[in-house]
């Protein structure tokens, strides 16, 4: 029997939001005429381009001539059903919505119809505003799968330098400068805050050189033991030092005839600079207790999250070392300077992420896409890597919703995301503690950030995680 709409009709102000932007393509089925004539005439009123089709037969056929984006197909007709119809648009289009309407509305149907593909299930007489919802959201997972191509293809082309990805200002300049310094055997100092790429800087220069097919080593300043630090660069020879059981060559030894990459050169313990400036500008390396030279040729690249000449006001960087290391520089821009590569790079953790957790994560929506845009990113990639994998875990379905981003993402206004409450009688030790774990969580556990924000070194911070006996 055939049903009237309800008194949810569009009133004149839907009229003029049919805006001047391409219509999206929508194929009525049903074999009812006044039902098709009905919805027909108030999709066009909401702006939508409408074709109309009698039954399943005709549908298929107008199908591949108009090519629609969205189906609306009544559920009982005859000789095809809604349901063989859903199944067949969906073999031809599996991303295709296909919205299902019907007057014998059941859980088993619905359940059916969604486990088909269905795009959602709406039952007669029409509920006229979430029919518009359905359209409305049917119409978001359009866009933003357009997207996601669009995205995808572009990283396939080739959107970035090496395993760089971004096309921004900044970072062409920093392809181009990679580029040139790789010609060269000239040092290099790569700066940037945390997260930024610099071991990635370097390992690309070194791919790029004619050292590629030598090894390349790389050393963290700030990683190392003050204690290890001396026998972990110039390495040692047995009985050297207590528990220095065996020789162990040292990273110029190892980096023979390719690149050694001095990580957090600005972290590096005062006494051991000079020695290194000596080994820089001598070409040889005596390891700890031993008393032969050994010559060595490599080509050395260093990097740090710290302003260097502010390290070396402070005392914490020896001028002389640091013009050594720095015939050239190359400065890695932070995210919050580079936002425009913000929804390549999504894409591209998306692509990498499904591989690993064997999901099947097509984008973010929008929303969430804006919500990544408008954060500061103290982390860098390093801390966006880190969500993106979070939020791709946690979607469990096609999209990335806001929902799935971290609190501090979602509400960065709010209070406990930028104050810290501490109870009366607390301690001293206490409160430090507080501070310094509630500052990590706030960073995305980024130390070298935390540690910038508080006014401390990342060894102090490393220090008082081992103190509080959590993992590094």
């Not at 921004?168 to 055997?185: H, K």
């Not at 065996?246 to 600005?266: K, M, Q, S, W, Y």
């Not at 992420?353 to 929506?365: I, M, Q, S, Y």
């Amino acid at each position: 029997m055939m049903s009237t709409p309800n008194t949810h009709t569009p009133d004149s102000t839907t009229r003029k939001e049919a805006s001047a932007k391409r219509k999206t393509k929508v194929l009525i089925v049903d074999d009812e005429p006044a039902i098709r004539e009905v919805l027909e005439m108030i999709l066009q009123e909401w702006g939508y381009d409408v074709r109309l089709a009698a039954d399943g037969a005709e549908a298929k056929q107008l199908v591949e001539s108009y090519d629609p984006e969205i189906v609306i197909s009544d559920v009982v007709m005859p000789q095809l059903s809604g349901l063989d119809l859903l199944r067949c648009l969906k073999a031809g289009n599996p991303s295709r919505p296909v919205i299902l309407v019907t007057a014998h509305a059941s859980i088993d149907l619905a359940v059916e119809s969604m486990k088909q593909g269905a795009q959602d299930f709406i039952t007669k007489p029409m509920d006229y505003p979430k029919l518009r919802a359905i359209l409305k959201a049917a119409e978001s997972d359009i866009q933003t799968r357009q997207t996601s191509r669009k995205l995808t293809s572009q990283l396939e082309r080739g959107s970035g330098f090496g395993e760089f990805v971004g096309t921004s200002a900044p970072m062409r300049e920093v392809y181009d400068l990679i580029v040139s310094l790789s010609s060269t055997d000239a040092s290099v100092l790569i700066t940037g805050e945390s997260g930024t790429g610099k071991e990635l800087a370097a390992r690309t220069i070194h791919r790029l050189s004619k050292r590629a097919d030598g090894p390349f080593i790389p050393v963290n300043s700030s990683a190392i033991p003050e204690t290890l630090i001396e026998s972990e660069v110039f390495g040692h020879e047995k009985g050297a030092f207590t528990g220095a059981v065996v020789t162990r060559p040292g990273c110029f030894e190892l980096a023979n005839g390719g690149t050694l990459f001095l990580d957090e050169i600005g972290e590096m313990p005062l006494p051991l600079q000079p020695k290194l400036l000596r080994v820089l500008e001598d070409g040889k390396v005596r390891r700890l207790g031993g008393k032969q030279e050994f010559e060595f040729d490599v080509r050395v690249l260093a990097a740090t999250n710290q302003e260097p000449r502010q390290a070396i006001q402070e005392g914490r960087l020896r001028e002389d070392l640091y013009y050594r290391l720095t015939v050239f520089t190359v400065h890695l821009p932070p995210m919050r300077d580079r936002k425009e590569d913000i929804p390549l790079l999504a894409q591209h953790f998306i692509g990498e992420f499904n591989k690993k957790h064997g999901t099947n994560v097509e984008a973010l929506r929008e929303d969430a896409l804006e919500m990544l845009m408008a954060y500061s990113w103290p982390g860098n990639v390093r801390e966006f890597r880190n969500v993106m994998e979070r939020a791709l875990i946690l979607s469990k379905g096609e999209w990335i919703e806001t929902f799935h981003l971290p609190p501090y993402l979602r509400n960065p206004g709010a209070e406990s995301s930028s104050k810290i409450v501490l109870p009366l009688g607390i301690t001293a030790a206490e409160a430090e503690r507080e501070l310094i774990l509630k500052t990590l969580e706030k960073t995305g556990h980024n130390k070298a950030e935390a540690a910038r924000q508080l006014g401390l070194d990342v060894k102090t911070i490393r220090n008082k995680l081992k103190t509080y006996k959590i993992e590094d």
